[in-house]
């Protein structure tokens, strides 16, 4: 089975995370794969909506904890962050509109990947958490990036060091996400391709790119801190104390080492 489904309607097209049993957390499996759809989806001229969503009951928990429970997290550490590096640079500067459609749990990585959409809807029920540091870890895959992009430094870093959830509400009250769905998120989400679709894309995209040009070499200098500042996070005690925590169901008992 697939760990991302792709849905091709022709001018748009539906990228599904699709390890449910799991609440869509990425493996080195599904980076792959998504590495590889993202760019086929970039270079296909056909195509001019991105939607981005979760199969099950979420959107996505995050990194997968069972590759976070290996040395080198199921492969090469520095590949497989290079590869999370790939996916989010792919998606934020892909030459359409995307639009992240989130439900359920959106958190750690799963966050990280959603902001890197032009648009993120979020269904009501939704919560959010930009949670790494309860297991001793920064968050990755751009995240100090979009946090900053969307909050501002000081509300970002605020809200990185407490790791808290927060729900679709008050996320879209601080600009987290930029709007809010019912039960009728799907239909909502037609409405607003159908629009895009009747709009000057050209244009719309012209205006993408030149501000996607103009960040990417900060989004690629994060990254890279990001990779070589997880790499030192993975060695602390705090981590191991966290992960242990998170196996054995308690609150960790952090020591700052």
């Known amino acids: 089975m697939s760990t991302v489904n ?14 449910p049993e799991a609440l869509n957390a990425m493996n080195v499996e599904m980076l792959g794969e998504l590495e590889r759809v993202l760019d086929e ?8 909506v991105l939607i981005v969503r979760g199969s099950g009951n979420a959107f996505s928990a995050g990194g997968d904890i069972k590759m976070m429970l290996q040395d080198n997290v199921g492969g090469d550490f520095d590949q497989v962050m290079d590869t999370i590096g790939s996916i989010v640079t792919k998606l934020y500067t892909m030459p359409k509109v995307t639009i992240s459609a989130i439900h359920g749990a959106a958190a750690g990585l799963g966050l990280s990947f959603a902001l890197a959409s032009d648009f993120v809807v979020a269904h009501t029920s939704t919560k959010l958490a930009m949670n790494f540091i309860k297991i001793g870890l ?9 946090m900053e992009k969307r909050l501002g430094e000081a509300k970002a870093k605020q809200m ?10 008050e996320a879209n009250g601080l600009g987290l996400v930029d709007s809010l769905a019912g039960d009728q998120m799907e239909e909502e989400i037609s409405k607003r391709v159908a629009a ?18 103009q960040s990417l070499p900060r989004l690629e200098q994060i990254l890279e801190l990001e990779k070589n500042a997880q790499r030192r996070m993975r060695q602390s005690e705090d981590h191991k104390e966290g992960i242990k925590a998170f196996v054995e169901k308690r609150k960790p008992q952090f020591s700052g080492k």
């Open 138 to 146: 920064i968050p990755d895959g751009g995240g100090h990036f979009f």
């Open 41 to 48: 989806v970039s270079k296909n001229e056909k195509v001019k």
């Open 160 to 169: 990185i060091w407490e790791g808290r959830t927060i729900s679709a509400e």
């Open 196 to 213: 895009l679709l009747h709009a000057p894309l050209q244009a719309m995209l012209e205006t993408k790119m030149i501000y996607a040009k």
């Open 6 to 19: 792709v849905l091709d309607q022709g001018s748009v097209v539906i990228l599904e995370l699709n390890r």
